[in-house]
């Protein structure tokens, strides 16, 4: 399995923008789709950005599109996560993952990292 550390989380007022993370170690995440999930206080993990092997497809979710943007950097073996506008629903713990098939579901997803939290301001 790959290892995956994310960073880059942090305080921002609504409006501002964030740019996580997620640098992977032990494999290259050449041979891994890639996803963005986030979990709100007291709700569900959900997700929030696929991104393809080859980085040429993308996917996300209905409330962040337009103001989310996924992409991965196979050199630096690191994917990101940037966030522009962010609301003050934008806040959780974001947490990437990796796994054999490009997908909005958890469970197709196989090596996690720790969460990076991510706080909105009103």
């Known amino acids: 399995q790959v290892q995956l550390v994310e960073s880059g989380g942090g305080l921002v007022q609504a409006g501002g923008s964030l740019r996580l993370s997620c640098a992977a170690s032990?494999?290259?995440?050449?041979?891994?789709?890639m996803g963005w999930f986030r979990q709100p206080p007291e709700k569900e993990r959900e997700f929030v950005a696929a991104i393809s092997w080859s980085g040429t497809n993308t996917n996300y979710a209905e409330s962040v599109k337009g103001r989310f943007t996924i992409s991965r950097d196979s050199a630096k073996n690191t994917l990101y996560l940037q966030m522009n506008s962010l609301k003050h629903e934008d806040t959780a713990v974001y947490y990437c993952a990796a796994g054999s098939y490009y997908s909005r579901e958890r469970d197709q997803y196989d090596s996690w990292g720790q969460g990076t939290q991510v706080t909105v301001s009103s």
């Open positions: 032990g494999r290259t995440i050449l041979r891994y789709a």
